[in-house]
């Protein structure tokens, strides 16, 4: 099984070459590295978590989805009858956003697509049995 995050890329990053060396120089960003890191951090844009499905769970969206043309709209439009609007947004209040930073590191597919005058962000992994949705806050 393959673990969610590749240790080969930075974790902060995503980058391949971000690597501090003995002398703490980064091959991608010199020694401004943490720099770097954290005005990524401040500048990405928080994103609200919708929904996360795993297992059969993910097994029920992929078929609802086949059923209306397997399209990534069509997991978009499945998974979107989680976002609960204001309530969504007040739970991520509380429970933290993800930068949007955070979800391009992690190698999972990205996909976007519009739904109900939203616009989404869907994290798949077809191998773990996957989907995460997340949208800016309303
Ligand atoms: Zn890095
Ligand atoms: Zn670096």
């Known amino acids: 099984m393959k673990n969610l995050i590749d240790d080969t890329y930075c974790p902060l990053c995503g980058n391949l070459?971000?690597?501090a060396d003995n002398?703490?120089?980064?091959?991608?960003h010199g020694w401004d590295c943490g720099d770097f890191h954290q005005y990524l951090n401040e500048t990405s844009?928080?994103?609200v978590d919708i929904i996360h499905l795993q297992g059969d769970d993910y097994?029920?969206?992929?078929?609802a989805a086949n059923d209306q043309g397997g399209s990534t709209e069509a997991v978009v439009a499945y998974?979107?009858?989680?976002?609960y609007g204001d309530e969504t947004d007040s739970v991520a209040e509380i429970n933290?956003?993800?930068?949007?930073?955070?979800?391009?590191?992690?190698q999972h597919q990205l996909h976007e697509a519009d739904h109900g005058g939203l616009h989404y962000w869907l994290q798949?992994?077809?191998g773990l049995r996957f989907y995460g949705l997340y949208r800016r806050p309303l």
């Not at 933290?96 to 992690?106: A, D, M, Q, S, Y």
């Open 17 to 19: 070459e971000c690597h």
């Open 23 to 28: 002398d703490g120089w980064c091959l991608a």
């Open 45 to 47: 844009e928080p994103l």
């Open 59 to 63: 097994e029920t969206a992929v078929d």
């Open 79 to 83: 998974l979107a009858q989680f976002d």
């Open 96 to 106: 933290g956003h993800t930068k949007f930073v955070e979800l391009e590191r992690l």
């Open 124 to 126: 798949v992994d077809h």
